[in-house]
Structure formats: C-alpha cells, structure tokens
C-alpha cells in the first residue's frame, strides 16, 4: 500500500497537534498541583498555629490536647490537599477515600492497644480527673502527676522514682486524687493501758488538735474509743487539714501525742498475753 507523501505529513501534523495539546494539558495540571501542594502546605501550617493560639488562649485549656487537635488539623488539611491533587490527573477521589478508610481500618486493627492508650488520653484530657502537680494513686499505681501525654501518663513516686503509666491503666481504673478537694482526714490512733484514765486521753488528744493551727475548726476535731484490743484500748483522734499539711500535721500530732501521754502518766501498752497454768499442768 503507497501512502501519499502529502496524507503523510497531515498525519504527523495532526499527532504532533495532539502530542503538544496533551502535554499542555499536563503541564497545566502539574503546575496546578505543584501551586496546590504550596498552598496546602502554607494553608496547613496556618491552620495548625492559629488552633493552637486560640486553645492555647483558652483558660484551663490542657496544653497537650491544644497540640494534639492542631496537629491533627493539620494533618486533615493536608490530606485532602493530596486527595486535590490526584483530582486534577483524572484519579477518581471515591476510589482514594475507600483506599485512606482501608488504610486506616488496617492500621487501628494492628495498633488496637496503642490506639485505647489514645483514646483513654483524650478522655483523661477532656474530663481531667487529676491535673498537673496533683497525687494520685490507682490501681497500685500513685505519684504527682507531672505530664499527661496522649500515650502514657509520667508520674514521680513518693520515693521520687519515675513511673510512667499507660493512659489506658488509668481510664479504666478507679482514681483517688488526694489533692482534688483540698482537704484532707485523718484518724490518728494510739493505744492506752486498759488502767488509765479514758476521759485523760480524750481531753489531751483533743487539746492538741485545737492548738494545732493547721487543723481545721469546722468540722472540728473529734475524739473516741474506737476499740477495744487485747492489750490496749485504741483512742482516735479525727481531725480535717489541708491536703498540703497532711503528712507533717500528721507526723508532729503523732510525736505530740506520746510526749502528751507520757507527761501525764498515761501508757501506750505492747501486744502481750497473759498465760495461766492450771494446777498439774507441765511449768515451762
């Protein structure tokens, strides 16, 4: 078959007609997804500082959640930047969202405990049962609390030990926060000899409460025969202090009451028992 020399040169006329308005078209959608990808890189990182400054703002606002939620605004941002930009080739965006939610139910399938860890800080973070600073004890897990992060909580045990504990031990366990409220009660027990005087020990316990001044007048403090032991009779003193004089209120009342007890005479008693041998039985 001949082919006209003249058909021939329309042919290549009309492909590199095609050729050339292709690669404008390419050109135009690559050079729109690269303006798009500077744009939703600025726009992201816009996004990101003006959250956080606004939560940052916020009164009582927790600091770490403020950074998580602009982080994660961020993130959303540039993610449907990328969706965009795959748009302007021709890629379908139903088929990239089915993609990103298999992605992501794969991900949260492998990363299942991590993810509870997630979920359990935020919830820590929204409803905030302890705060920075406060002494908690859970579980068998206690100390000041000194970050709370999205993973896992840092505390400072009472021995000054590190620990550092899963969001999800804390959430899914019954936390006693010892500086919530404020104040604190305390039940202070000593010991007397079933011979002293009961009224004595009542009125010295109480006189030292009232001439504590870290101790609270209302509700004021009370004293009483809480038991009755084997070797001694267990007089309580109750008192209410700050949760910060606690330990030291706690201690000074606890030296004061003996010096008190045994500058009026009255005992503190070991445990001891008292053995009785009947006539014929075996003497030790």
């Not at 600025?42 to 009582?60: H, P, T």
């Not at 002293?196 to 403090?221: H, K, M, W, Y």
């Amino acid at each position: 078959m001949n082919l006209d020399p003249q058909d021939a040169w329309v042919a290549v006329q009309d492909g590199a007609t095609q050729l050339s308005g292709l690669v404008v078209s390419y050109a135009f959608s690559v050079l729109g997804a690269i303006l798009l990808l500077i744009a939703g890189w600025l726009v992201a990182g816009f996004v990101q500082r003006s959250l956080y400054a606004a939560l940052s703002g916020v009164r009582g606002f927790d600091a770490t959640l403020a950074r998580f939620l602009s982080t994660s605004a961020r993130y959303a941002v540039l993610v449907l930047v990328m969706v965009m930009v795959l748009g302007q080739f021709g890629v379908q965006t139903a088929s990239i969202i089915a993609a990103i939610g298999a992605v992501g139910l794969a991900i949260g399938l492998a990363l299942q405990g991590t993810l509870q860890n997630i979920a359990a800080g935020l919830m820590l973070l929204f409803l905030r049962p302890f705060r920075i600073g406060e002494y908690i004890e859970v579980n068998g897990i206690d100390g000041t609390v000194e970050e709370i992060g999205l993973f896992a909580t840092r505390l400072r045990a009472i021995d000054g030990t590190y620990v550092l504990a899963p969001n999800s031990n804390l959430w899914n366990e019954p936390i006693r926060n010892l500086n919530r409220n404020g104040v604190r009660r305390n039940d202070l027990t000593i010991g007397i000899g079933y011979d002293d005087d009961i009224e004595l020990a009542v009125e010295t316990l109480l006189g030292l409460a009232r001439a504590d001044g870290r101790v609270s007048a209302d509700p004021a403090p009370a004293a009483f025969v809480s038991e009755l032991g084997d070797s001694a009779v267990s007089i309580t003193l109750r008192y209410w202090t700050s949760d910060k004089d606690f330990l030291a209120t706690k201690l000074d009342l606890t030296k004061a009451g003996k010096l008190a007890f045994d500058g009026k005479g009255i005992s503190i008693p070991f445990p001891q028992q008292e053995v009785t041998y009947r006539n014929g039985a075996p003497q030790p």
